[in-house]
């Protein structure tokens, strides 16, 4: 009698970084065709995009590529969306954003690494719009710090900002100014030194307009590629780091849980939906799948239940 070989199972190493690009598509309906060939052909992880100068339209299945979920946020004349690939753990966060902003909040668990993203478009709209959306940014900075202390915060997109000195512009601007006091205050690195817009009207100069902030920037790998389509932005390209880098938790910090305003069933469907084998169990040391199921579960808990830091020496 033959005896069959057992099929030992393959595991995939833990990926040791996040390609992450974005850009201003200038019109997501006449590039289309560029964006879907680009996640086609370089998979990244996430692809964000802004001036999307869309409206959103009642049926939106022909935006969508197969092998990734599509967020967004659709303005007529402005816009954002997202581009995330279906393998990784996603979760919109809804409740921070501003519908009338053009700006997208969302939790990425991947690699061992947690990460918010806002991903934001500012028109050419004026001072009073500019501070409207600075001031949307301190609030909301400040609520996600509060909320999840141990992440890392990173925000891209086209902040149309001047600075001649942060930015090598040739002058400064209300932009300009909002934005690298706000990177300072909060100790952001801004990692993107490559003019990121093309100029196509006489007398206008390279710019660095699409930025990327992170309080981390420690491990990060920016490329300024060309454009997507008939894009007059720059194609920006990062890898970021997967490593585990989130820093101990104190252990004089207590977290105090509501439980009886917890959001059970959306707790439920994210568990349902949380890649498991991609994210918990692609290493054959127990020790190191357990603790990836022990994040995993908090993740769900933090997101999904109420809850506090208290200081429990007090």
Request: neutral net charge.
């Amino acid at each position: 009698m033959k005896k069959t070989k057992t099929k030992k199972t393959r595991f995939t190493a833990a990926p040791l970084s996040t390609q992450v690009d974005y850009c201003n598509i200038r019109g997501l309906h006449g590039n289309l065709n560029a964006v879907h060939q680009h996640l086609e052909t370089a998979k990244p992880t996430l692809l964000f995009l802004t001036e999307t100068q869309i409206s959103c339209p009642a049926d939106i299945s022909y935006l969508n590529y197969p092998g990734y979920k599509l967020e967004h946020n659709f303005l007529r004349r402005a816009g954002v969306c997202l581009y995330v690939r279906e393998d990784v753990c996603c979760r919109r966060l809804r409740h921070v954003e501003d519908r009338d902003l053009s700006i997208l909040w969302v939790r990425v668990d991947y690699g061992g690494h947690t990460r918010i993203y806002a991903c934001l478009y500012r028109s050419y709209s004026g001072d009073r719009e500019t501070t409207r959306l600075f001031e949307h940014l301190q609030l909301t900075t400040d609520r996600i710090i509060e909320q999840y202390p141990f992440a890392e915060l990173v925000i891209l997109g086209d902040f149309n900002a001047h600075h001649t000195e942060w930015l090598s512009s040739r002058s400064t601007d209300c932009a300009g100014r909002c934005a690298h006091e706000f990177a300072l205050a909060y100790g952001f690195s801004q990692l993107v030194h490559s003019p990121t817009r093309i100029p196509d009207i006489e007398n206008h100069t390279s710019s660095i307009l699409d930025l990327l902030l992170t309080q981390r920037p420690d491990g990060y790998s920016i490329s300024v590629d060309a454009p997507l389509g008939s894009s007059d932005h720059c194609l920006i390209r990062t890898l970021a780091p997967c490593a585990r880098q989130n820093p101990p938790r104190p252990t004089n910090l207590r977290r105090m849980w509501q439980y009886k305003s917890a959001d059970w069933d959306g707790l439920r469907e994210y568990y349902a939906s949380y890649p498991w084998r991609q994210l918990c169990f692609a290493s054959e040391d127990s020790d190191t799948c357990a603790a990836a199921v022990s994040e995993a579960i908090l993740a769900g808990m933090e997101n999904f239940i109420p809850n506090s830091l208290i200081n429990h020496n007090c």
